[in-house]
């Protein structure tokens, strides 16, 4: 395991009542607003055992969806690139947010119009900013960042996020400076070819989205043969629960901006 970047702040938002009417790829039933409750807590205090100052935002009656506050925003070390979702009732989530963004970060650009990027899609390396085009980020979203992001010397790399995924992100974390945990689909597009990659166990693909916080990964219960693998390869994990979360299609690092 390579040294990482640390992390020292997180931003969180409380789920709202409304949560129970956010979006989903499959309805497999509404969350039960009181469990997932708990689970954002017992996520913050994850946060904050590996180090994180939080900043936990209001619930937001009218958007469902809004506790996925990774979506609205890109936090990188030293800006924030405020998005502009793909999923019409999320685009008035970045407007709730700016204001705290602006109190934390000196610079601050945006995706216009017509480009759409959410968050979801991004994964940041220690070498590159990887996006995928999905059904919420588009071709000119991810060529308004690649501009945007050159003049601050990022650079930027257009991936795909398979058909039936939600986000990039959904199958994939970044462990340490150069080692990808992935799903076997996502790997199989050959995104990863420059990286470590450690595979989710097959029927565990859920298990994808974690976040690595400075000395931990933050990992969803429920997958017990990736969990071993990953503590063979000698990481510290931190399990929280998300059967709740997983219901509207989101994960661990769906709640969360981090930086
Ligand atoms: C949505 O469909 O937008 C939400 N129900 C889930 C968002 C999950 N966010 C993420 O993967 N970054």
Redesign the pocket.
């Known amino acids: 395991m390579h040294r990482s970047y640390r992390f020292s702040h997180a931003i969180t938002r409380l789920p709202s009542e409304s949560v129970v009417n956010?979006?989903?790829f499959d309805d497999i039933g509404n969350p039960n607003f009181e469990q997932m409750l708990l689970d954002h807590e017992d996520y913050s205090l994850a946060l904050r055992e590996a180090g994180a100052e939080i900043i936990q935002l209001p619930p937001l009656q009218n958007f469902p969806?809004s506790t996925?506050v990774?979506?609205t925003v890109l936090c990188l070390s030293n800006l924030a690139i405020l998005m502009r979702p793909g999923?019409p009732s999320?685009t008035g989530e970045v407007t709730e947010i700016e204001s705290t963004i602006k109190e934390l970060f000196d610079n601050i650009l945006r995706i216009e119009k017509p480009g759409l990027i959410?968050?979801?899609d991004i994964l940041t390396t220690e070498t590159e900013v990887l996006v995928g085009r999905s059904s919420r980020t588009n071709g000119e979203g991810v060529k308004q960042l690649a501009q945007l992001l050159s003049d601050w010397d990022y650079s930027v790399r257009e991936v795909f996020t398979p058909e039936d995924i939600?986000?990039f992100?959904?199958d994939c974390s970044l462990l340490d400076a150069e080692t990808i945990l992935c799903t076997k689909r996502l790997e199989a597009t050959g995104c990863f070819s420059k990286y470590n990659v450690i595979n989710t166990c097959d029927g565990e693909e859920a298990a994808a989205?974690a976040i690595r916080y400075n000395d931990f990964v933050i990992f969803p219960t429920g997958f017990p043969r990736t969990l071993e693998k990953l503590q063979k390869a000698g990481y510290l994990l931190r399990e929280v629960n998300n059967s709740e979360c997983a219901k509207?299609?989101?994960?661990m690092?769906?709640l969360s901006l981090r930086f």
């Open positions: 956010g979006l989903r969806d996925f990774e979506d999923a999320r959410e968050a979801g939600l986000h992100k959904t989205n509207l299609d989101g994960g690092s769906c």
